[in-house]
Structures are given as C-alpha cells and as structure tokens.
C-alpha cells in the first residue's frame, strides 16, 4: 500500500510482515518497543480518528494528552493524531 499527496511528494510505502509482534503501548520494560511512529497533524480531532477507526484502527486504552490520539492500526502499529491549527490554541 503507498500512501501519497494527490499532486505528488514524500509517499509513504507499507507491507505486511508475518511474524510481525505489535508493540506495547505505553512503552514497559522488557516489552516490544515501536520500530516506527508517525504523527499526523489534523485540524479536527473527532474527524480525523473516525476515518482510520472505519478501517480497522483502535483507539489505545492509554491517551496521553487531550489533543492527541493514539490509535494502532489492525496490525498494532500505533500512530498519533494530534490537533494543530487554530483549533489547538482554543
């Protein structure tokens, strides 16, 4: 799967890997640690986490601030959803 801007740019590859273990989040001693992490900037918080919870993402039992969202995708990858823009200083 490749995740691009319409009018081209940085794109971002995926592939599955079948021995893959999810990480643990939050990080705990001895517990698989995240090999990568995106953050995306979002203008509407409650928009943006209903696409990804539509395909098969959840949202993380532990969340750390109030305008972010920890979300892992199906495999159990989590990334972030954070509100920035106008909205962030309301």
């Known amino acids: 799967m490749k995740l691009a801007p319409p009018d081209g740019g ?3 590859s995926f592939q599955t890997e079948p021995h893959h ?4 989040w939050p990080a705990v001693p001895g517990g698989q ?3 990568a992490h995106l953050e995306i900037e979002v203008a509407d918080l409650d ?3 209903a696409e990804p919870l539509a ?3 959840t949202p993380a039992a532990f969340q750390p ?3 972010v969202r920890v979300c892992p995708d199906p ?3 989590p990334f972030c959803l954070w509100l920035g823009g106008a909205d962030a200083d309301a």
């Open 10 to 12: 940085t794109a971002l």
């Open 75 to 77: 495999a159990g990858h």
């Open 55 to 57: 395909l098969g993402a």
């Open 33 to 35: 640690q995240m090999q």
């Open 47 to 49: 928009a943006a986490v």
């Open 65 to 67: 601030q109030d305008d």
């Open 21 to 24: 273990v999810p990480p643990v």
